[in-house]
Nanobody
Framework: VQLQASGGGLVPAGGSLRLSCAAS????????MGWFRQAPGKERNFVAA????????VYSDSVKGRFTISRGNAKNTVYLQMNSLKSEDTAVYYC???????????????WGQGTLVTVSS
Protein backbone atom coordinates (compact mmCIF):
# COMPACT_ATOMS: atom_id res chain seq x y z
CA VAL A 1 0.00 0.00 0.00
CA GLN A 2 1.28 3.44 -0.92
CA LEU A 3 -0.15 6.66 0.50
CA GLN A 4 0.37 10.11 -0.96
CA ALA A 5 -0.56 13.09 1.19
CA SER A 6 -0.86 16.58 -0.26
CA GLY A 7 -2.44 19.97 0.30
CA GLY A 8 -0.28 21.42 3.05
CA GLY A 9 0.94 24.99 3.02
CA LEU A 10 1.10 28.31 4.82
CA VAL A 11 -2.19 29.79 6.01
CA PRO A 12 -3.07 32.62 8.40
CA ALA A 13 -4.79 31.88 11.67
CA GLY A 14 -8.52 31.51 11.12
CA GLY A 15 -8.01 30.26 7.58
CA SER A 16 -8.73 26.91 5.97
CA LEU A 17 -6.89 24.15 4.16
CA ARG A 18 -7.91 20.83 2.68
CA LEU A 19 -5.51 17.92 2.82
CA SER A 20 -5.81 14.93 0.51
CA CYS A 21 -4.53 11.39 0.81
CA ALA A 22 -4.58 8.97 -2.08
CA ALA A 23 -4.03 5.29 -1.41
CA SER A 24 -2.88 2.82 -4.03
CA UNK A 25 -1.90 -0.81 -4.06
CA UNK A 26 -3.63 -3.53 -2.04
CA UNK A 27 -6.24 -1.36 -0.32
CA UNK A 28 -9.48 -3.08 0.66
CA UNK A 29 -12.87 -1.50 1.27
CA UNK A 30 -12.86 -2.65 4.92
CA UNK A 31 -9.82 -0.58 5.79
CA UNK A 32 -9.86 2.71 7.65
CA MET A 33 -7.89 5.86 7.04
CA GLY A 34 -6.54 8.16 9.68
CA TRP A 35 -4.74 11.47 9.96
CA PHE A 36 -2.05 12.16 12.52
CA ARG A 37 0.14 15.19 13.05
CA GLN A 38 3.52 15.88 14.54
CA ALA A 39 4.67 19.31 15.61
CA PRO A 40 8.41 20.09 15.85
CA GLY A 41 9.92 18.41 18.89
CA LYS A 42 6.68 16.70 19.85
CA GLU A 43 5.20 13.24 19.49
CA ARG A 44 2.84 12.21 16.72
CA ASN A 45 -0.79 12.69 17.72
CA PHE A 46 -4.10 11.45 16.38
CA VAL A 47 -6.29 13.92 14.48
CA ALA A 48 -9.14 12.08 12.78
CA ALA A 49 -10.09 8.75 11.22
CA UNK A 50 -12.78 7.34 8.97
CA UNK A 51 -14.01 3.87 8.11
CA UNK A 52 -14.02 3.00 4.42
CA UNK A 53 -17.03 0.70 4.79
CA UNK A 54 -19.61 2.82 6.64
CA UNK A 55 -18.06 6.27 6.76
CA UNK A 56 -18.05 6.44 10.54
CA UNK A 57 -15.62 9.03 11.90
CA VAL A 58 -13.72 9.84 15.05
CA TYR A 59 -11.90 13.05 15.98
CA SER A 60 -9.49 14.24 18.60
CA ASP A 61 -10.97 16.75 21.02
CA SER A 62 -8.54 19.41 19.82
CA VAL A 63 -9.97 19.46 16.28
CA LYS A 64 -13.59 18.43 16.83
CA GLY A 65 -15.92 20.98 15.28
CA ARG A 66 -13.16 22.52 13.15
CA PHE A 67 -11.86 19.61 11.05
CA THR A 68 -13.84 17.22 8.89
CA ILE A 69 -12.58 13.94 7.49
CA SER A 70 -14.36 12.52 4.46
CA ARG A 71 -14.06 9.97 1.70
CA GLY A 72 -13.75 11.14 -1.86
CA ASN A 73 -15.75 9.99 -4.85
CA ALA A 74 -12.58 8.44 -6.20
CA LYS A 75 -11.98 5.18 -4.45
CA ASN A 76 -9.27 5.11 -1.81
CA THR A 77 -9.09 8.87 -1.38
CA VAL A 78 -9.64 10.68 1.89
CA TYR A 79 -9.74 14.37 2.72
CA LEU A 80 -9.20 16.45 5.81
CA GLN A 81 -10.96 19.79 5.68
CA MET A 82 -9.41 22.09 8.26
CA ASN A 83 -11.23 25.28 9.21
CA SER A 84 -10.61 27.95 11.84
CA LEU A 85 -6.97 27.01 11.92
CA LYS A 86 -4.89 27.97 14.92
CA SER A 87 -1.14 28.36 15.35
CA GLU A 88 -1.13 25.18 17.45
CA ASP A 89 -2.34 23.25 14.39
CA THR A 90 1.08 23.79 12.81
CA ALA A 91 2.58 20.35 12.18
CA VAL A 92 3.45 17.76 9.60
CA TYR A 93 0.26 15.87 8.84
CA TYR A 94 0.43 12.18 8.01
CA CYS A 95 -2.23 9.91 6.59
CA UNK A 96 -2.25 6.24 7.43
CA UNK A 97 -4.30 3.17 6.71
CA UNK A 98 -5.30 0.37 9.04
CA UNK A 99 -8.03 -2.14 9.77
CA UNK A 100 -10.15 0.06 12.02
CA UNK A 101 -10.53 3.85 12.55
CA UNK A 102 -8.46 3.86 15.72
CA UNK A 103 -6.93 6.76 17.62
CA UNK A 104 -3.60 5.05 18.29
CA UNK A 105 -0.79 5.05 15.76
CA UNK A 106 0.34 1.47 16.25
CA UNK A 107 -2.92 0.18 14.74
CA UNK A 108 -2.04 1.68 11.36
CA UNK A 109 0.15 -0.36 9.06
CA UNK A 110 0.98 2.01 6.24
CA TRP A 111 1.90 5.69 6.36
CA GLY A 112 2.24 8.49 3.86
CA GLN A 113 5.21 10.83 3.70
CA GLY A 114 3.53 13.77 5.43
CA THR A 115 2.56 17.25 4.33
CA LEU A 116 3.52 20.39 6.26
CA VAL A 117 0.83 22.74 7.51
CA THR A 118 2.01 26.07 8.90
CA VAL A 119 -0.47 28.43 10.53
CA SER A 120 0.79 31.95 11.02
CA SER A 121 -0.51 33.96 13.96
Amino acid sequence: VQLQASGGGLVPAGGSLRLSCAASGRVFSSYAMGWFRQAPGKERNFVAAISWSDGSTVYSDSVKGRFTISRGNAKNTVYLQMNSLKSEDTAVYYCATGLVPATTAYVYSYWGQGTLVTVSS
